[in-house]
């Protein structure tokens, strides 16, 4: 499957993902109090630590690509086992969590049942995406849709509390867990192979190295909490739906790892390069486009979160960032061949996967740092929250100039032709935006309409790379069309 159509089903998916995710958080903040709304952010941060064990999962998704059909069984029994002494833990840890961070005990055991099942659905996905990454994207579907359908029966009955809302996503992970061992049924069906294990285990390592990692990024949710409160959390983190609207335009680059994975390297600059334009031709306008509706954006959610426009303006620029530099990091680890090769664990140093362990250390003890000069100089909750994305947006910039250097090296360019282009009708949509001010659900959905149009309206003009695909999307739908008549 093409790199373009995986691409667009992944950000489809997506997108999909963000549109349901607004409705879920749209409900969840007209029914839960900001002091809930912020807890929620909490109990996130510490399942980051409970699926902490989950770097095996990386290595089932390029065993699986290079051939070995036995790992995903054999991951399969691997994440049941991790999952069975995280649990553990968890409960043995609640107590005390409940205690510190003011969470109802109800909420956390709701939490307990994520673990088993989060830790197999990754097993599964990565093995999935290996080999069918539209089915992968597909599973998300059931995720989103279960979640939403969830939601809304607990607020048709009146019943939206905390421990309901994580119930409602649980319920979306069941049913993305059902689909996933419905696409790798014949898999599951063999074996799990102890040498598969053990070649899993022994290149895990590495990925083992950077399992801190999350739990050091995902701290400042954490570190905001105990010393500004949960009112910071709710400004630092409502914004997230409309940064990952932005950071999700790396889905339409998803193909790059697997297609690299699956190909030989002498067309792998090319690929990256696809991948960059097809990342940058909707995360451009996407961040200009909420830089330009922030406040209005977040009004609609709730006038209360409104001051927190300049949260969301940050956030714009470092999701698009993170987008590149996710692209630049696939390719990276696409063209590695050290375990293809067989090589002893050992012999993993020097590869790309050490050099991307040591800069994403890098970058989380930065970030993290960033955050508690921001809780430590500002003592109100919505600057604590603006310098903190701040913050981020300092540290992605410091990485991209790492991964464009290791990048040149390989022969990639991190600018793909009509990046600039892009950039210019992202300004011109901008312009258009910037006069208005809607303050209701549908003037918001107008005013994205309006942009949309100007920008692709002025980059069909200039761009001749958008121009085609712009007419292979018409005769395909043409086509569709009229073989439906």
């Given at each position: 499957m093409g790199l373009r159509l995986v691409g667009a089903l992944f950000y489809v998916s997506k997108l999909y993902s963000v549109l349901v995710g607004a409705a879920f958080i749209l409900i969840m903040t007209r029914n839960l109090s900001p002091e809930d709304f912020g807890a929620w952010g909490v109990i996130s941060s510490i399942l980051v630590y409970a699926l902490m064990a989950s770097f095996v999962n990386f290595w089932v998704t390029r065993l699986r690509a290079f051939g070995d059909e036995s790992v995903t069984a054999t991951g399969f029994a691997l994440a049941l086992s991790f999952s069975a002494a995280a649990t553990a833990l968890l409960a043995l840890l609640s107590p005390g969590i409940s205690a510190t961070f003011g969470i109802p005990e109800a909420a956390l055991k709701v939490v307990l049942a994520y673990v088993?099942?989060?830790?197999?659905?990754?097993?599964?996905?990565?093995?999935?995406?290996?080999?069918?990454?539209?089915?992968?994207?597909?599973?998300?579907?059931?995720?989103?849709?279960?979640?939403?359908?969830?939601?809304?029966?607990?607020?048709?009955?009146?019943?939206?509390?905390?421990t309901h809302a994580l119930i409602a996503v649980l319920s979306g992970h069941v049913a993305q867990l059902a689909a996933l061992a419905y696409f790798t049924r014949r898999e599951l069906s063999l074996r799990p192979r102890l040498e598969t294990a053990r070649k899993v285990l022994g290149y895990s390592w590495i990925t083992a190295l950077g399992a801190p990692i999350p739990l050091i990024a995902s701290a400042d949710v954490l570190l905001i909490s105990h010393f500004s409160g949960n009112d910071a959390v709710a400004f630092y983190t409502i914004i997230l739906p409309f940064a990952n609207l932005i950071a999700y335009s790396y889905f339409l680059g998803r193909g790059l790892y697997q297609k690299l994975l699956t190909t030989d390297s002498g067309s792998a600059a090319v690929f990256t390069e696809e991948a960059l334009r097809l990342v940058l031709v909707i995360g451009v306008p996407a961040a200009l486009g909420s830089v330009a509706l922030s406040q209005s954006l977040l009004y609609v959610m709730n006038p209360l979160y409104a001051a927190a426009a300049p949260v969301l303006r940050v956030a714009s620029f470092t999701a698009l960032l993170g987008s590149v530099n996710s692209i630049l990091s696939d390719a990276l680890q696409g063209v590695e061949r050290a375990d293809a090769m067989n090589a002893k664990p050992r012999e993993l140093v020097g590869t790309a996967f050490f050099k991307l362990v040591v800069l994403s250390y890098a970058g989380a003890f930065l970030r993290l740092a960033g955050v508690y000069a921001a809780v430590?100089?500002?003592?109100?909750?919505?600057?604590?929250?603006?310098?903190?994305?701040?913050?981020?947006?300092l540290v992605e910039v410091a990485v991209l100039a790492c991964l464009a250097k290791w990048a040149a090296a390989k022969g990639f360019k991190l600018l793909p032709p009509g990046a600039v282009k892009f950039l210019a009708a992202g300004l011109a949509m901008y312009c258009a935006l910037t006069p208005l001010s809607p303050l209701r659900i549908r003037e918001v959905l107008l005013a994205v309409a309006l942009g949309a149009a100007v920008y692709f309206a002025v980059l069909y003009a200039i761009d001749s790379w958008f121009r085609d695909i712009a007419r292979q999307l018409y005769r395909r739908a043409t086509s569709w069309l009229t073989r439906e008549h």
């Open positions: 088993p099942v989060q830790y197999v659905s990754g097993a599964l996905y990565a093995s999935l995406y290996a080999t069918r990454p539209a089915a992968a994207a597909t599973s998300e579907v059931f995720f989103e849709t279960f979640k939403l359908a969830a939601a809304a029966f607990f607020a048709l009955r009146g019943e939206v509390t905390l430590l100089l500002h003592a109100d909750p919505l600057s604590t929250a603006l310098y903190s994305r701040l913050a981020g947006l």
